[in-house]
């Protein structure tokens, strides 16, 4: 059974930083692309960063050169570093796994920037 449990969420100020984890179960790790989404309320789901399978990465153009992705396959584990965090970073943080035509979803952890 696949699982996606994401954590490191929490209440930060404005410039602070924040890394947060999403532990994936289900032997699907290495070959899935992983992505980080976020959705802030009253707006859609949005994609932050993602990591494919071949090790590259790529993020949106709202948090270049502030967040980064990374994925560790040994420990079946997607990270997401966040610096210089703003307001407007704000927002329910999902992980996702994509391939083999499934989809799969984490419940999500809060990040809440104060300015």
């Known amino acids: 059974q696949v699982q996606l449990v994401e954590s490191g969420g929490g209440l930060v100020q404005a410039g602070g930083s924040l890394r947060l984890s999403c532990v994936v179960s289900g032997n699907i790790f290495r070959t899935y692309d992983m992505g980080w989404y976020r959705q802030a309320p009253g707006k859609q789901r949005e994609l932050v960063a993602r990591a494919f399978s071949t090790g590259d990465t790529n993020c949106a153009d709202s948090v270049e050169g502030r967040f980064t992705i990374s994925r560790d396959n040994a420990k079946n584990t997607l990270y997401l570093q966040m610096n210089s965090l703003k307001p407007e970073d704000t927002a329910v943080y999902y992980c996702?796994?994509?391939?083999?035509?499934?989809?799969?979803w984490g419940r999500g952890t809060q990040v809440t920037v104060s300015s």
């Open positions: 996702n796994a994509n391939g083999m035509m499934r989809n799969y």
